[in-house]
């Protein structure tokens, strides 16, 4: 989708005919009053995910009416489809002022790697950001001393969402463990509710939904050594983890191949469906549509992973090949901010990457999710480019395609395995 915001002309719309009595349109007066433009580059285009873009780019807007915004988003959730895009227009020199990008291996492994981005050090200093983002964000942001990004959110990726009337109704509570979530698949099963809203139209999510079964089965330590090459996917826990992960996908809705994440989301919204398994930007999915937290639905940590936050950090740059830096570094500014943040994030469903932001803005799940980020253990996202590289996670979402229908543990684990070796 290509969008352009604050009430501006949208780059791709035909200039109107001018009158005969227009003055000529290629006047040199006029070209001094060009606005200056950016373009921001995101897969923020669903329920809550664009609101929040809306609300950061109205921020924007206030305090920089004389540059044009134009929101180039591309449709598609964990960027399926903009990464693609990204890629092409990195490669043909032609890169937006800024994009999306997940802090961690995304960020560093290919566009710092392949010397795309320009160094934020300066930038940092002359804002006065270094003590304003945890520690391990600025971890993820930064290769070889240098920083390369500024987060905008911390998303938390094991997230269990529940129908709160359909919990209610059923004397249901949220399970903590796997043994208790069968439990209460079972249960609903026989009552006629669909247990796990799933939707792998995308296949990211199911990578999602494994993650967060490894993270679980195996404990953060042990999950942590999966993506630094300390254990290997053909370790027994990992094929027990696949094992569950298999016995969930029986508890899932037959159309899961037909759905994206915002229409499994639906199913649970509209109580057709009593769970989900997704990262907060379904809090924001599920608030955009009029819910609320504590009434409409509920959440918990995914089973056995409380305690645990996997970590999904969203943020922008500065590409190397753009004619505008000043103008980038401005928009920057502005998503660093405490007001930027704030305006962003409590739509997203994320929490803010800075420390200093305005708890009172968030809802008790944002408040929630702040404390856990600070008292957990800390988890990187496969799904979600943090904890392995472009062409590991690739490789595993095609296996996954293979895996949702055959269900065929070894052989899944065998393409792990093999994929491994591109860590
Ligand atoms: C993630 C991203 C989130 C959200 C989600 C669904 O990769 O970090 O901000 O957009 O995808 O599209």
């Not at 609101?51 to 449709?75: C, R, S, T």
């Not at 208790?180 to 247990?195: H, Q, R, S, Y």
């Not at 305690?307 to 969203?314: A, E, Q, Y």
């Not at 830096?325 to 405490?338: D, G, R």
């Amino acid at each position: 989708m290509l969008a352009a915001c604050g009430g501006n002309q949208t780059a791709d719309e035909p200039a109107e005919p001018a009158e005969n009595n227009d003055p000529p349109a290629e006047k040199p007066a006029d070209k001094e009053d060009e606005k200056a433009s950016l373009e921001i580059f995101s897969w923020w285009t669903g329920a809550g995910e664009e609101e929040g873009l809306l609300a950061l780019i109205d921020v924007f807007n206030e305090k920089h009416p004389e540059i044009e915004v134009i929101n180039a988003a591309v449709a598609g959730g964990a960027g399926t489809n903009a990464k693609a895009v990204l890629v092409s227009r990195m490669q043909g020199g032609d890169p937006p002022s800024t994009f999306q990008v997940h802090g961690g291996a995304e960020l560093n492994e290919s566009w710092v790697a392949a010397g795309k981005m320009t160094p934020l050090n300066d930038f940092f200093d002359a804002e006065g950001l270094n003590d304003k983002f945890p520690q391990e964000l600025i971890d993820l942001v930064s290769k070889d001393g240098n920083i390369y990004s500024v987060p905008v959110n911390i998303h938390r990726g094991n997230v269990l969402w529940y129908n709160q009337k359909v919990f209610d109704d059923l004397n249901l509570k949220a399970p903590t463990t796997f043994d208790e979530f069968f439990k209460v698949a079972d249960t609903l099963k026989k009552n006629g509710i669909t247990p796990l809203a799933f939707g792998d139209k995308e296949a990211w999510t199911a990578t999602h939904l494994y993650e967060t079964v490894l993270l679980g089965h195996l404990g953060a330590a042990e999950y942590g050594k999966l993506w630094t090459g300390d254990l290997s996917f053909d370790d027994a826990k990992v094929k027990e983890a696949t094992e569950i992960f298999a016995k969930m996908l029986d508890y899932v809705n037959e159309d899961h191949s037909a759905r994206n994440w915002q229409d499994a989301s639906q199913l649970v919204a509209d109580g057709e469906a009593a769970m989900n398994v997704m990262g907060d930007w379904a809090k924001g999915y599920f608030d955009g549509r009029g819910l609320k937290v504590g009434t409409d639905y509920g959440w918990a940590p995914t089973p056995s992973s409380g305690g645990m936050f996997v970590v999904i950090t969203d943020t922008f740059g500065l590409p190397n090949e753009i004619d505008n830096p000043e103008t980038v570094k401005e928009f920057l500014s502005v998503l660093a901010s405490v007001e930027g943040q704030d305006a962003f994030n409590p739509k997203k469903g994320s929490i803010p990457a800075r420390v200093d932001a305005d708890a009172s803005k968030y809802d008790e799940y944002g408040k929630a999710a702040m404390e856990d980020f600070k008292t957990n253990d800390l988890g990187p996202s496969l799904a979600h480019g943090s904890a392995a590289n472009e062409g590991f996670v690739t490789k595993v979402n095609d296996a996954m395609v293979m895996f949702v229908t055959q269900k065929n543990v070894d052989h899944f684990i065998e393409q792990l395995v093999a994929a491994a070796k591109e860590l």
